[in-house]
């Protein structure tokens, strides 16, 4: 285990999405606009017609992961993850009329009518990095000498 202390939160930013907008993609222009290096995002509420995300399979060493696309009416519960050094991991919690789904956030999630996340600013230096099993885990970033 490893535990890491910020010095606080540089600030707050919130992000209104509209129909049609992609989530992640969002996210990923926003943290490149404000210059985020760091941070949390702390929620994330909205709707959306399609759903992309992936989840383990497997209870295996080497990961293997069930990548799904849903597309139907859903409401997306909660959004939460790091960004490290610029770059966003995140989960996300939604519902359609038959099911909840839970897993790791890809690329295409569509808004339906609008979503809402805020993202914390944090004043650290963290990154990741794999370990023997191709897992990305938390570090503090090495100084150059």
Do not use: W
Not at 49 to 59: A, N, S
Not at 60 to 67: A, F, K
Not at 79 to 101: A, F, K, T
Not at 119 to 138: M, P, Q, T
Request: hydrophobic share 35%; charged share 25%; aromatic share 6%.
């Amino acid at each position: 285990m490893k535990a890491f202390e910020t010095s606080g939160i540089k600030r707050i930013i919130v992000v209104h999405l509209g129909k049609g907008e992609k989530v992640l993609e969002s996210i990923r222009k926003v943290i490149e606009e404000q210059g985020i290096r760091n941070g949390v995002v702390l929620s994330g509420i909205g709707s959306l017609r399609k759903i992309t995300m992936h989840y383990i399979k497997t209870l295996d060493d080497l990961p293997v992961n069930e990548y799904i696309t849903i597309e139907s009416p859903s409401e997306m519960g909660s959004v939460q993850g790091l960004i490290l050094n610029g770059e966003p991991h995140l989960h996300i919690v939604c519902s359609d009329l038959n099911r909840v789904y839970a897993g790791h956030m890809e690329d295409g999630c569509e808004v339906q009518y609008l979503a809402e996340l805020t993202i914390a600013e944090l004043d650290c230096d963290l990154v990741r990095k794999l370990d023997e099993y191709g897992i990305s885990y938390i570090d503090k970033k090495l100084p150059f000498k």
